[in-house]
Structure formats: structure tokens, C-alpha cells
């Protein structure tokens, strides 16, 4: 499986920003597909998962700014980012897990066998 995350880059506090995760090889049909960033000097934290058919589930610090979504058609996953903030600075990954449909643990990396690269979003005050 091979993941390429896109559309990162500079924007300043209050703007938004829509990531995209193209997924190709053998990816898991029901794309399911989760977001982690790694800001500067911290550790990769978990951002989003969404799961079929559509279901989601948010960092507390993201809930209401962030929306993840997906097209299959495309096996393509989206993070929309509103109304950032500098400490959403950071490098956004995505990742396709190592579980199949939903567990209590979707937020640790170590449930993701899958990594793109990363797309750096950096937000200015």
C-alpha cells in the first residue's frame, strides 16, 4: 500500500486548508483511513479516523474545526482543516490501519501498518 498526502502549506490563523491522502497497491477496499501530525520538538499525535460507512472520530483538539471524509471512487481521503490555529502547525500523515472496521484503540500509531510521508502545514499568526 502506498500512501501520498497532499496539499499542505502556509496559511494564516483563521484560514483553512484541505489535505488529501491518495491511496494505491493493495489498500484496504473500505478505506478506512486515519490522520496523525507531528508538530515541532512533540511526538505524532493522532488528528482523525474515519471508518465505513462514513463514521469519524476527532482529536478533542480538531472536534468542530477538522472534518475527514472520503471518496472511494478516488481512494481518496480528505482532511478539511477551518479555522487553524499555529498550534495546528505541523506535519500532517496519514495512515491506513492495521484493524478492520472500528477498535477503542483507532488512536495509536501502532494500530496503523501504513504511513504516506507526510505534507507540512505550517499556520501563521
Known amino acids: 500500500v502506498q500512501l501520498q498526502a497532499s496539499g499542505g502549506g502556509l496559511v494564516q490563523a483563521g484560514g483553512s486548508l484541505r489535505l488529501s491522502c491518495e491511496a494505491s497497491?493493495?489498500?484496504?477496499?473500505?478505506?478506512?483511513m486515519g490522520w496523525f501530525r507531528r508538530a515541532p520538538g512533540k511526538e505524532r499525535e493522532f488528528v482523525a479516523f474515519i471508518w465505513e460507512p462514513s463514521k469519524t472520530r476527532y482529536a478533542d483538539s480538531v472536534k468542530g474545526r477538522f472534518t475527514i471524509s472520503r471518496d472511494n471512487t478516488k481512494n481518496t481521503v480528505y482532511l478539511q482543516m477551518y479555522f487553524l490555529r499555529p498550534e495546528d502547525t505541523a506535519v500532517y500523515y496519514c495512515?491506513?490501519?492495521?484493524?478492520?472496521?472500528?477498535?477503542?484503540?483507532?488512536?495509536?500509531?501502532?494500530?496503523?501498518?501504513?504511513w504516506g510521508k507526510g505534507t507540512l502545514v505550517t499556520v501563521s499568526s
Open positions: 495512515a491506513s490501519p492495521r484493524f478492520s472496521g472500528y477498535t477503542s484503540t483507532y488512536y495509536y500509531e501502532r494500530n496503523y501498518g501504513y
Open positions: 497497491g493493495r489498500t484496504d477496499s473500505t478505506g478506512n
